[in-house]
Structures are given as C-alpha cells and as structure tokens.
C-alpha cells in the first residue's frame, strides 16, 4: 500500500503539473479515472469540478462521462485528502446524495443559471440536453480513504435507476497491483436466469477446456447492462455501433427476422478462468462463470443490448450460440490474443487492432529503450524517452532497480517528465495531423480513432525516424500547451485551444523541418513560440464563438470548428517560421 500510495502521488504531481487551475482532488480524480478507464469500468471520464452549497440541498461532482450509445451517465464523486484513513458510512452517503441532486439539478435546467463560458456549464447543459434518453446513472465516488462500508443501496431518479459504485484507496490498490488491469466478472446464470444446458468438448489439451452452449438474446444483453464495454475488454476493437454494414443487418434480423436470428448469426466467442457445471438426468448444465470475457461478438452483442434499450426490441425469441473457452488464469495473457485473433470474425481485424500487443506498440517501446534524445543546450547529460505500452510500466521498470544509485540512474536515464502512453501519442500524432476535432473527442475515443484510422494502415510498425518525430511532436504540444497557459492564465479550454492551434500551426509550415529542429534543440524555437502565442487569440475566439447552443465542449469535437480555424489567416510569425525552417 505506502509504494502504490506513493506511486499515486507522484501520478497526481505529474497531473499538477500538466493542468493549470487543478487541485489536487482533481489529479486524484484523474490519475483514479485511468485507472477505472483502462480496466473498462468507465469508458472515459471528464475532469469537471463543481459543487453548489446550499445546505441539505448541496450539489457535487468531480467529473462525468456519458456512453457512446447515450444510455449510461455517469458522474463521478470525489473525497480526497484522507490518505488512508477510514471514512465513515455517513461521508460516502452524503456524497452519493450530493451526486444526485446533481443529475436532478441538470435535468431541470440548472445550466441556465451558470456562467457560459466555463466547462462547468457545458457539463451541466449536456447532461440535460441528453436526459430523456438515459437509461441508467451510474455514480462513482473515488477516495484515497478507506471504507467498510458493503452494501450500497439502489436508487432511482424519474424512474432512471442509479447505481453506486465505491472506489477506496484499498480497491484500487488491488486493481493496479493485481497484475491485470480488470477486475474479473462473475456471472451466476441460475441469479439471473436459469442454468444453460451446455455441451462439454473432450478435454485434449491440459491448459484450457471448451464447451459449447446457447445464450438467450435477453440474457447477454442483460450481461452487458450490467458491465457495459468491460465485457468486451479484450475484444480486438470496440463495438462499432450501428454504422457498419455488419452491425445494421444485426439490427435488421433482430427487427425483422428475431426467430431466424440463431441460423443467420455466427455466435460469440468468449474465454473464462473457471465455470461451475453440474451434471443432470437430462445433460450437463452451466451455473456460473468467472472472469467472463467476450473475445469476438462484441457486435452481436452490443447491438442486442442497443436494439433492446434504445429501440425496446423484443429479444424474447433471440438464442445466440457462445463458445466459452476456459483458460488457466496464467495463461490468459498468452492465448486470448490467439484465440480473438483466429475466431471466425463477423468483420475484418487489422493487426493494429490488438492496441497494446500490436507490434506497432511493442516496436515503439523498443524505440523508446534504445534512442537516445541530444544533450539540452547547456548540457553534456543525455536521456531517453520513455514509451509506456502499458500503465504503470514506469513505475514497475524503476521498482525493479533495488538499490538507491539504481533507482537515480534510471531516473537520469528516464527522467519521468519524458514519459508518455498510448493515449498521449495518440493526441500527439493526431494534432499534427490535422484533426483537433478528433482529438477533441477525449482520450480513449481519440486513441480508438488513431487505431482503426492511422495504424492500420500499412506500413503501421515505426522506425527510429518515426519515435523522434513523435517525441518532437510531443514536445512541441506541451511546450506549446505551457505558453498558451501563460497567456491565459486561469482561463477554460486549455486543451482544445492548444491541440486546435498546434494543428493549425501545422497546416501553415514544413512540419517536418520543424520537428526536426524541435528534436535536435529538444524544446521549442523562439520564432515557434512566437507563432503559437500569435495563433492563439484568434482560435480561442473561435472556439468559444460556438454556435447555436454554445457549447464549446461540443462545437470542439465539429469538423466544421476545424474549418473555422482553418479560415483564420496566417500571420508575419507563421510565415517566418515557415520560411526559417520549412525551405
């Protein structure tokens, strides 16, 4: 616990240093938030402070995220500063209550009495402008503190049932040390259904057992309900939604033809670390499952969960096959990727799908160990980049280093303020490509986008050229970032203003002469900074010109934001660093 409460803050002082005007509660909220992000119990998680105290009525939030589909809103709830200590019954109620007072708040306007300009409002105003199509509220208290408290009662609110959802320090301990990033999911068929008859194959190989069954339709959308996108952790991709050809004839079977569903539909592969079996006069039947995963079908899955809540599609007549492949739980790293990538697909799968087993990300990491970054003017000491693959790599890799000296000559190897993830090579790349308004979107769609979109397209595995430019691209983006904080101090919209201005400056010069300088100088030119510092102003005006309901969170993540950007004229610093470094 003292080293992961130790790593936590050093986590939180990185975030402090990144994000002007943030508390410590909101990096706690942050570096906490990716932690729930990696395991797929949330899918995102937006940093939005904001309380309103007026007694028993008090409203607080720390952040929220709605789900891609529209259904699912979560808020997130926060009590930080406890540092270990337990927190009583009272504490965690109240700020549940507090989280709902605020959903109820945004449903009847409150947004209309706050300050337009602030991320609080489009907070507030998105909320209620999707309200009528929630299906559920799920509220997630984080806390460094610690808790005894089990069970957490169901609510409602206009008949939307409100899950609760507690993370003490404790909890999250054991999510990020347990040496896989998801907490496993139980399943017990006979609590939520009836046991499946099923059909055992015979065991050939000593390592993994299969066997075979049918899943009623209303069942596994039931199953996603309850877990939501952390069902499909380690599926290849995320669920497409209904826009692909696949996934809308899904949806015209289960409209049209509900009880041809099981000859037209391929079924769902899935993998376990256990099942629980019991032996009949009639057959053998499954009673529970641990560790669930569906590896290929998320599909199918997905849009049975989505035919049923957003359409009120009967599933009543839907059987889906399932083919359940239980694995030794050390084995599990090593055949699942095998097992997704061979199942029979119902679309193709790229290589690049594979995200942090990809060989574009291991070729990265490898990048990452060997390049070394020039010595900074002034400077005879040179270090590396370091590429994390995976969350918690960093820390992991310098744990290792036993001793004192050790630890300090990893530290001047890898000093942590040059450390990077997926998520952020995803912003980076994406920046200077010109499309801020992808990058908008917040960083897992962002790296979803980057994946399916950028690394699939060949040649999709980086060489030396490739991790330097990157690197540059990261230092221009921060550096950046840090110039345009100090020109508005306090002010809203840092990361939009910085990832659409970076991108604008990209449309304007030879970039690739200016990463280049930006990578042998490993910070910024002057006649750079005076040209980010220059495009600034105008595209903060532009982003919070937003039209029609002026919300600048959404108008941000418009293509058509991008091109008012781009209509903003090129000034004397752009053209000078144009014609300084991109001839």
């Known amino acids: 616990m003292q080293e992961f409460a130790i790593a936590l803050e050093q986590t939180i002082e990185d975030y402090l240093g990144r994000e002007p005007g943030w508390l410590r509660r909101d990096a706690f909220v942050r570096a906490a938030g990716d932690y729930l992000v990696d395991d797929g119990t949330l899918e995102d998680v937006e940093v939005c402070y904001f309380a309103h105290p007026a007694g028993r009525s008090r409203m607080e939030v720390a952040g929220y995220s709605v789900s891609d589909d529209g259904h699912v809103l979560d808020l997130v709830s926060v009590y930080y500063g406890e540092h270990g200590q337990t927190i009583s019954r009272d504490q965690v109620r109240r700020r549940f209550n507090w989280a709902k007072l605020f959903a109820a708040a945004c449903r009847d306007g409150h947004h209309l009495r ?269 270090s590396r980049w370091y590429y994390e693959r995976v969350r918690g790599q960093y820390n992991v890799d310098r744990a290792r280093r036993h001793t004192t000296a050790k630890k300090k000559s990893f530290d001047e190897e890898y000093p942590r303020g040059q450390r990077f993830a997926k998520t952020d090579a995803a912003k980076y790349d994406l920046t200077f490509r010109q499309l801020p308004h992808v990058v908008s979107l917040g960083a897992q769609k962002c790296f979803h986008w980057w994946t399916m979109n950028v690394l699939s397209v060949p040649p999709s595995v980086p060489d030396e050229s490739y991790f330097k430019a990157l690197v540059a691209k990261r230092i221009l983006f921060e550096h950046g970032r840090a110039d345009i904080r100090k020109l508005n101090p306090g002010a809203g919209y840092l990361a939009n203003v910085t990832t659409y201005t970076l991108a604008r400056l990209a449309a304007e010069v030879d970039l690739d002469d200016v990463l280049a300088t930006v990578w042998r100088k490993q910070g910024l030119p002057d006649s750079v900074r005076q040209a980010v510092a220059e495009l600034s102003r105008p595209v903060r005006q532009v982003l919070l010109a937003a039209p029609g309901s002026g919300n600048v969170t959404e108008w941000c993540k418009k293509e058509d934001c991008w091109k008012s950007v781009l209509d903003i004229p090129g000034g004397s610093s752009l053209l000078k660093v144009a014609r300084r470094l991109g001839q």
């Open 114 to 382: 706050m300050e337009e300009s602030s991320p609080q409002f489009d907070m507030a105003q998105d909320i209620h402008a999707r309200w009528k199509n929630f299906g559920k509220i799920r509220i997630f208290l984080l806390t460094d503190g610690r808790s005894t408290l089990q069970d957490l009662p169901s609510e409602e609110l206009d008949g939307v049932p409100i899950v609760h959802n507690l993370w003490d320090i404790e909890r999250l301990r054991r999510l990020v040390n347990s040496g896989r990033q998801e907490e496993p999911i139980f399943v017990s068929f006979e609590e939520l259904a009836n046991p499946l008859p099923c059909l055992p194959a015979p065991r050939l190989a000593g390592d993994y057992q299969c066997l075979l069954t049918l899943i009623p339709g209303k069942l596994l959308a039931d199953i996603y309900e309850l877990h939501g996108s952390k069902l499909l952790q380690r599926n290849v991709r995320a669920f497409l939604q209904a826009k692909g050809k696949v996934n809308k004839n899904i949806n015209e079977t289960i409209r049209k033809s509900a009880d041809r569903f099981l000859a037209y539909n391929n079924g769902i592969s899935a993998t376990a670390t256990g099942v629980t079996l019991e032996q009949r006069e009639n057959g053998t039947y499954l009673l529970d499952i641990s560790d669930l995963q569906i590896v290929n079908g998320g599909q199918t899955t997905a849009s049975l969960h989505n035919a049923a809540m957003r359409d009120g599609a009967d599933l009543s007549q839907i059987q889906v096959p399932m083919k359940i492949t239980v694995v030794q739980p050390d084995l599990l790293d090593q055949l699942v990727p095998y097992i997704s990538r061979y199942a029979n697909s119902q679309n193709s799968i790229n290589e690049a799908d594979f995200e942090a087993n990809s060989p574009f990300h291991v070729e990265l990491e490898r990048a990452s160990r060997s390049v070394w970054a020039p010595a900074t003017l002034g400077s005879t000491r040179q």
